[in-house]
């Protein structure tokens, strides 16, 4: 279980990015958090995973304080994380990254099953360099193939649709349903798209640097398709979000 | 040959205690062991130290190994190898120096190999180059690979430098005929104090010729490198150079590349990258569960591989 104890991050400048986000994201579930841009999604995940030290509140991952963890320590107690903008490597190959994150040589075959997952072919990528060769697509895809090969306890993915077609798209929900069947760890997914909502166990909707709101999906969805949930509506306006 | 000889044989050219094929080991300036096979003939030079390497066209896949050692410190070796190589012929050589210097004085080698690559020939060139020993000699060494490409010939050219030479200048041209193409791969590793100059001049006179020349280099430490390529594009052809440099620590790097278009269908194109590992790069690997001295190791590990 992760707990999310009154967290608060001000940038230098002195913008309040996150209020106080507390939060608590049981195991095993499919957990996503929604909202505005700028509401402090990112950011919230972004703590979670070390890569954001926040200014105050405490970070709960299975009775054990991970405040202070730096993101390596975090990573080894079973977290992974799937940014919204990948990066390039040089000389890296995407086989050398699923190795890396899979802690073990990988076979063809094994390389396979994790980018089957996001609709890639292994034999004509596994071999493939992370760099410019790769478009955006297709280096979104296997940064999220990297996070699903680490086989977390807890695996954050921060807008997973952002950049991909609409085929792979359908395979990466379908995965993310699988994987919540066979209840293979916590996901945490940052998403806007109502396909990935429909899945959710929990919906949370973070705006302005608070939680807005928190519960099952049967209770939070239609609250936000219906837009009557924030007074301005950032998001979506008049009909709800998804109703353009 | 000593221990310290096999050791260096068997950074730079995986050698396991046995050599088969065609073979001249050369070590403090001298010959220390050579063989010929039915393909390739390999004959001292008269007037001047070296040897002359004669690949006829019969040899296929076969592998020709020319290493070279310096294994203490006062030497200063300077040695001319020239390849002929017949048309139609199909080969690997494997060259590379190391030099170890535990003493006081410098310890240098000089190799200075010219290939003549017959029509539509291909070969591929390795070399490695290590310095080793604790020394306070300087380890030093100076390559010069001049290349002239027939019609349809390739060579492909994989130059490594490892570790541990203090100083290195490295010069390396190429001619070109008629579709010929030359591949370079490049990579380089300095630290300490150390110090590389690296200087590629190709000339592509036939046409469709083409040159595809790729260097990739580490600087750490207070070492300091300087890369330096001319493409001449005397024809319809086409020329790709590109040069990316990582920084670490308080290494530096000056890159100038130059291209010169002499023909109205010479395409040539030149790209430079220097910096420090992307903050970025570092915290992914983290995020998979590296240290950051790791994730360090592995993006460096990778570039240069």
Redesign the interface.
């Known amino acids: 279980m992760l707990k999310l104890e009154h967290l608060a991050w001000t940038l230098p400048t002195g913008e309040e990015i996150i209020k106080d986000i507390d939060l608590t994201i049981p195991d095993n579930k499919l957990v996503v958090i929604t909202g505005p841009n700028g509401g402090g999604k990112t950011t919230t995940a972004k703590m979670i995973?070390g890569?954001v030290t926040p200014d105050s509140g405490r970070i709960i991952l299975d009775g054990e304080d991970i405040t202070d963890c730096?993101?390596?320590e975090r990573?080894?107690k079973g977290?992974?994380?799937a940014?919204q903008q990948?990066?390039r490597?040089?000389?890296?190959?995407v086989r050398?990254?699923l190795e890396?994150?899979s802690?073990k040589n990988l076979a063809e075959e094994s390389a396979c099953g994790y980018l089957s997952n996001v609709g890639l072919c292994a034999s004509e990528y596994i071999d493939r360099e992370m760099d410019t060769s790769l478009s955006g697509g297709e280096i979104k895809r296997i940064e999220i193939a990297?996070a699903l090969a680490?086989n977390a306890k807890l695996s954050i993915f921060d807008e997973p649709e952002a950049g991909i077609d609409l085929w792979s798209f359908a395979r990466l929900v379908e995965t993310f349903e699988d994987l919540k069947k066979n209840h293979n760890g916590t996901l945490l997914i940052i998403s806007h798209q109502e396909r990935i909502l429909s899945i959710a166990d929990e919906i949370v909707v973070v705006a302005d640097g608070n939680i807005l709101q928190h519960g099952p999906r049967e209770e939070v969805l239609p609250t936000l398709l219906a837009g009557t949930m924030m007074p301005c509506c950032p998001l979506g306006g008049k009909g709800g979000m998804f109703n353009e | 040959m000593n221990k310290t000889t096999e050791e260096l044989l068997r950074l730079i050219s995986d050698f396991d205690g046995e050599l088969t094929g065609a073979y001249n080991i050369r070590v403090d300036g001298e010959c220390d062991s050579r063989q010929s096979t039915e393909h390739v003939r390999i004959e001292s030079k008269i007037m001047e130290p070296g040897i002359d390497i004669f690949i006829s066209a019969e040899a296929q896949g076969e592998t020709v190994f020319i290493p070279a050692c310096v294994s203490h410190g006062g030497v200063n070796d300077l040695v001319y190898n020239d390849f002929h190589i017949e048309a139609g012929a199909d080969v690997i050589i494997v060259a590379g120096c190391g030099v170890h210097n535990d003493g006081h004085e410098d310890a240098q080698h000089n190799g200075i190999h010219r290939f003549f690559v017959g029509k539509n020939a291909h070969v591929l060139y390795k070399e490695k180059h290590i310095g080793t020993g604790d020394g306070n000699g300087e380890r030093k060494i100076n390559p010069v690979t001049d290349c002239y490409l027939e019609d349809g010939a390739v060579l492909e050219m994989d130059t490594i430098q490892l570790s541990g030479v203090d100083t290195t200048d490295r010069k390396t041209s190429a001619t070109l005929g008629s579709n010929a193409k030359f591949i370079v791969r490049e990579r380089l590793t300095t630290d300490g104090d150390e110090t590389a100059d690296t200087d590629f001049v190709v000339t592509l006179n036939g046409e469709n010729s083409g040159v595809d020349l790729v260097s990739r280099s580490v600087a750490r430490g207070n070492s300091h490198q300087f890369y330096k390529s001319t493409i001449i594009g005397n024809n319809r052809c086409t020329g790709h150079s590109e040069c990316d440099a990582i920084l670490s620590e308080q290494g530096t790097v000056i890159a100038l590349p130059a291209l010169e278009a002499n023909h109205i269908d010479a395409e040539l194109v030149h790209e430079a990258a220097i910096g420090k590992i992307a903050g970025e790069q570092i915290l992914k690997l983290r995020t998979l569960g590296l240290t950051e001295e790791e994730a360090e190791e592995r993006i460096i590990a990778g570039f240069l591989k």
């Open positions: 995973a890569i730096d993101i390596t990573a080894r977290i992974a994380f940014f990948p990066v490597f040089k000389g890296l190959t050398d990254m890396m994150a802690g990297t680490r």
